[in-house]
């Protein structure tokens, strides 16, 4: 009987252990940048985004950036291109607010089903810190908000525009309509528009 043997390749001096065929080295940073990515355009799913989602991206993605930038020795361009690749194509999406404009229109019939509510509300992947009308238009305000002062949706009736002053808030609010009496609003901190990502604006809020 012929009996196989398996030798174990020793790891020659300077050989870095990342670069050998098989290791998963620089896997495990592209498969979390990925998740981070889903993390980030769940997070600005509404106008005004959802704060500690947010924060739990940035800080899975500054993880995956150091675990790329440590197991990059030996990879080809093609490997290491994966990450900053993912990484720009997300941020184009989240910052320009596509994802939560394509996203609101499976979500629409049913938020005309929630009832008022001070104590917020949910449907799918929007959280509300509360749901509340007035003079002709319906608010639904975004829980946790981290990029605007005060942001969510609003519904009026026929021939009804809604107010600037939504609620008791530090300025007027921005308007983006979406059709049908439908318009994601909020009340920024510096970028002038309801919808997208800026990582300069990700903060709790301390007063409104």
Known sequence: MRIEQHQEHPIAPGEDLLARPGSTGARWPIA????ASVVLL???VLPGGY???LWIAMVLWTVAVVGW????????????SVLPVVSVLTMVVACSGVSGRALFRFHRSGLEQLAMSPYGASHGLYRFSAVWSHDGCTAYVTKDSGLSYFAGLTRCDAGVQPSPRMGDTAGDAVFEPLGDGWFAFAVPRSVSRPWGFNPFDVRANTAV
């Open 51 to 53: 704060l500690t989602w």
């Open 32 to 35: 979390l940048v990925v998740f």
């Open 69 to 80: 930038v440590l197991s990059l020795r030996g990879r080809s361009w093609v490997v290491r």
């Open 42 to 44: 769940y997070g600005v």
